[in-house]
């Protein structure tokens, strides 16, 4: 499927009555600020899972330029989508990659987390066939007990990778089980153990292990890299963790009431009939529903801005629609502005906000709106590009990417 490029026209979104805003230079700011919260250390933001919702892409490019050094992903394929795009910075696979896709991570230059002498094995290989050097990232496990080759493995097969031709051990990393908890002792100590197998394989020029919890609370941790992800998106990993710095959210998603339905007392609204008018009311339809990424937990629990108050939502969220009492809300109307996720007026619905709601945490509500919603990129309150499903378009290009063409050579994999 060719994606096509057409100019993107200055008139209000009128297409699908759901969208994500994407504040551009809210991504840029937060970039800035992790980056000089950092110690001097290089910044990898971290775009995994379509960078947490936001759109892998176009949070990439801006992120890099604000000054990220690297990318951070968990998959060949999510790589592979930033190449295409023409991408060329240092990607770094944090995800577990197979032997199997030893090739086509080469092809890509994309750099590997090892963590076993197969897959580097096969790297090595096709590494000899091309007469390169790739370069890998070990992954040390110091208590999250998830990923990593265990720290008594790990000092044997960094200096075994050593000696292998067509490897160079770029970077030793390891991931924190607790950083966003009050009690910092458990990361205290797992960054004790990392040191130790750090001290081992003293040759190795990049050593990472701050999250965005990490970063913030104890930027000291910061060694030659950090790789934050939820705090480049403005939001904050739990409420223990420090807020000095004014990390802005970058994401609302809006829509807009497609249908006013007025019912009479004792009349149901959705599936099941959980909610039941008590009074005339007024109930609004939103084309939004889990299938967008609103938790169906949400039922006749969220709430929803219109006209800068809140409006409950009643009744079960379904796929692809969900409902509000807007019975409160003095002169709405149809196609009035749905806020789900952001401002409106004085009101905020935040991420968080719904996340607590559900008995989950920002990033599950974030990275959950799916490739259905479209996104708006806006820069200095303007929309510069739009992401439908099928559709890119970006303001002043016209031209049509056809499939399977790179728009440009990748750099080999180093800094
Ligand atoms: C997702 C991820 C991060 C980023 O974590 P945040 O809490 O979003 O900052 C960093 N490192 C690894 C290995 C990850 O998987």
């Not at 176009?58 to 930033?82: H, K, M, N, S, Y």
């Not at 890299?225 to 739990?238: A, E, F, H, K, N």
């Not at 259905?372 to 099928?390: A, F, M, N």
Request: charged content about 20%.
């Amino acid at each position: 499927m060719a994606m096509q490029l057409q100019s993107v026209s200055s008139d209000p979104w009128q297409e699908r009555p759901l969208w994500a805003e994407i504040d551009l230079d809210a991504l840029a700011d937060n970039v800035r600020l992790l980056k000089n919260q950092a110690n001097g250390a290089a910044l990898m933001a971290v775009v995994k899972a379509n960078a947490y919702g936001h759109g892998a892409v176009a949070v990439a490019r801006t992120a890099l330029a604000a000054g990220a050094d690297r990318l951070g992903v968990i998959c060949v394929d999510e790589g592979e989508q930033l190449r295409r795009a023409g991408i060329t910075a240092p990607i770094l696979v944090m995800g577990h990659t197979p032997a199997g896709e030893a090739q086509r991570l080469t092809d890509l230059s994309l750099t590997p987390s090892v963590v076993s002498d197969q897959t580097a094995l096969a790297l090595a290989r096709v590494a000899g066939e091309r007469g390169i050097e790739t370069p890998v990232h070990l992954k040390v496990d110091t208590g999250l007990n998830r990923y990593g080759l265990p720290r008594s493995e790990a000092a044997d097969l960094g200096r075994w990778l050593h000696d292998l031709a067509g490897i160079q051990v770029e970077g030793l990393f390891t991931h924190f089980a607790s950083a966003d908890e009050e009690d910092k002792s458990y990361t205290i100590e797992q960054h004790k153990l990392f040191l130790s197998v750090a001290e081992q394989l003293n040759w190795v020029p990049i050593r990472h292990v701050s999250n965005t919890a990490t970063l913030l609370d104890i930027p000291d941790m910061s060694l030659e890299m950090v790789r934050p992800g939820l705090g480049i998106y403005g939001c904050y990993p739990s409420t223990h963790v420090k807020r000095s710095l004014s990390l802005k959210p970058v994401l609302s998603l809006k829509g807009r009431l497609v249908r006013l339905t007025p019912i009479a007392p004792g009349e149901p609204v959705s599936y099941g009939r959980t909610w039941t008018a008590s009074r005339p009311s007024l109930i609004g339809l939103v084309m939004c529903g889990y299938a967008d990424g609103l938790p169906r937990a949400l039922s006749n629990r969220g709430s929803v801005l219109v006209r800068g108050r809140r409006a409950p939502i009643v009744g079960r969220v379904c796929m692809d629609m969900c409902m509000v009492d807007v019975s409160d809300i003095p002169d709405v109307v149809v196609d009035d502005e749905v806020v789900i996720i952001g401002r409106q007026g004085e009101q905020e619905i935040s991420a968080d906000e719904l996340a607590e709601l559900c008995g989950t945490i920002s990033y599950e509500i974030l990275c959950g709106i799916s490739a259905r919603v479209p996104r708006l990129y806006l820069r200095q309150g303007r929309v510069v590009s739009k992401q439908t499903l099928v559709r890119e378009l970006q303001e002043g290009v016209t031209a049509s990417v056809p499939e399977g063409v790179l728009a440009e050579e990748p750099s080999p994999g180093g800094a």
